[in-house]
């Protein structure tokens, strides 16, 4: 049964100790329930099941079940804030598991109940993985394969574009993106199947408004005014990408225009995070 403690001291939000396999590759999985984002399979414990890959994630979360599952204790601490709420979380230390060959030991997962407190719906998934796990890794996306590639750091690459990366123990990385001419440094979030912009910021009148419409995300349910911006002229790191409709969001304190995979989906994309460089090609 999960224990539940009081105290006020728990396990501690640090990186990770990862032990680096060879190069390896997982597939990237869309189940039914979630047909435009990318799963990979994985393993804890005894416990299978799909991991949500979020690089727009700082830290790795767990659905509540997996805990349960698993025996282990869960201590109240703190919450976490997303674009539909505030929602409290746990904290709870993972036993040692493996993904994609490489050994992952010390790692403190958020916990929370992820069908009603995100827009992750699939009882088959263990949780999040955030960026303090994937930052410590060379990220290899080919949607033309459906493969994410997970390689531990290796030399500096000689090629590629400059990748802006952020945010202490758990950094995110930024591209540079150009929409409509206008450019700007854009975070890579695998975790949302659109690309947001602040369309007031740079100055655009949005092409629909659509009114109050539901939202769904870390916090659960809400509603939010949606506007849309059509926008025929992409180039992520100088490569130009498909036509998209971006959707409206206000940018302010500690926010960022996201890069969705209505965009990232269209490249061959690796995200050298410890060398601050990335490649782009088309899948």
């Known amino acids: ?19 680096y396999g060879p190069p390896a590759a997982l597939p990237l999985v869309q189940p039914e329930s979630d047909r435009k984002r990318w799963y990979v399979p994985g393993r804890v414990g005894d416990r299978e099941g799909l991991w949500f890959v979020d690089t727009g994630y700082t830290n790795t979360t ?3 079940d997996l805990p349960l599952a698993l025996g282990l204790e869960v201590v109240p601490r703190g919450s976490t804030v997303g674009e539909s709420g505030e929602v409290p979380v746990g904290r709870t230390r993972l036993p040692a598991f493996s993904l994609a060959g490489h050994e ?3 790692l403190t997962c958020l916990v929370r109940d992820l069908p009603t407190t995100s827009s ?7 949780g999040v993985l955030g960026m303090d796990v994937l930052s410590r890794l060379v990220l290899r996306f080919d949607p033309g394969v459906a ?3 997970l390689d531990p750091p290796g030399e500096p690459p000689d090629d590629g574009v400059k990748l802006k990366v952020s945010g202490g123990r758990s950094p995110r990385a930024r591209l540079r993106a150009s929409l409509l001419g206008s450019e700007a440094w854009m975070l890579v979030d695998t975790g949302t199947a659109h690309t947001w912009v602040d369309g007031a910021r740079r100055g655009w009148s949005p092409t629909r408004d659509l009114g109050d419409r539901g939202v769904v995300g870390t916090g659960g349910s809400t509603t939010a005014r949606r506007l849309e911006y059509d926008i025929d002229e992409v180039l992520l790191g100088g490569v130009p990408g498909p036509p998209i409709t971006a959707l409206d969001r206000d940018v302010g304190l ?10 990232l989906a269209a490249y061959r994309l690796t995200l050298d995070g410890p060398h601050r460089r990335a490649t782009l090609s088309a899948p």
């Open 1 to 19: 049964m999960i224990a539940w403690s009081l105290l006020a001291c728990g396990p501690t939000l640090r990186p990770p100790e990862l032990t």
């Open 62 to 64: 767990c659905d509540d």
């Open 104 to 106: 992952i030991e010390g």
């Open 120 to 126: 992750v719906r699939d009882p088959e998934v263990l």
């Open 147 to 149: 493969e994410l590639g």
């Open 254 to 263: 500690g926010r960022a225009d996201l890069l969705g995979l209505d965009v």
